[in-house]
């Protein structure tokens, strides 16, 4: 048996082929959101607002979240229609449901008014970000 495959006969070819449309839009919703976040950063570092207070670079960073976030369900939806015993497949379910959290504890990062509670949600999300990150390297792995 070829290492791309496991018990059930199932290459890698098809994580890789459900995963294919979605990886590089993945890649772009983590650009559009780090470029969204460092503008409200930008704008937050000039304005003396309160903290969180709505303004359109807050909109803007979380509609760019939100689309990453459905990107990743979406993709995590074309990963459980491939067969179970799929190589890769546990793994890419396991980076995809990380990534989600992740993102979760973002947006709420962004959304709520306390900012002892945000800055618990930003911390659990840079942890949840490092678990699919590694995640995402050991999926490469058996995916190449």
Not at 19 to 35: K, M, N, Q, S, Y
Not at 39 to 52: H, R
Not at 72 to 91: C, E, I, M, N, Y
Not at 118 to 139: H, M, Q
Request: charged share 25%; glycine share 6%; net charge positive.
């Amino acid at each position: 048996m070829s290492p791309t495959q496991e018990a059930g006969g199932v290459g890698a070819a098809a994580v890789s082929s459900a995963l294919g449309p979605f990886r590089t839009r993945l890649e772009d919703d983590a650009r559009d959101f780090t470029v969204a976040l460092l503008a409200l950063a930008k704008s937050n570092a000039k304005s003396a607002g309160s903290f969180n207070q709505a303004s359109p670079q807050d909109k803007a960073a979380l509609k760019a979240l939100s689309r990453w976030r459905r990107d990743a369900q979406h993709a995590l939806h074309r990963v459980r229609t491939v067969p179970t015993g799929a190589a890769g497949r546990s793994l890419a379910e396991k980076w995809l449901k990380a990534q989600i959290a992740a993102l979760e504890l973002q947006r709420q990062s962004l959304s709520l008014a306390d900012s002892n509670l945000a800055a618990d949600a930003a911390r659990s999300a840079g942890k949840r970000i490092e678990e699919y990150l590694r995640l995402e390297t050991r999926l490469d792995q058996v995916l190449a």
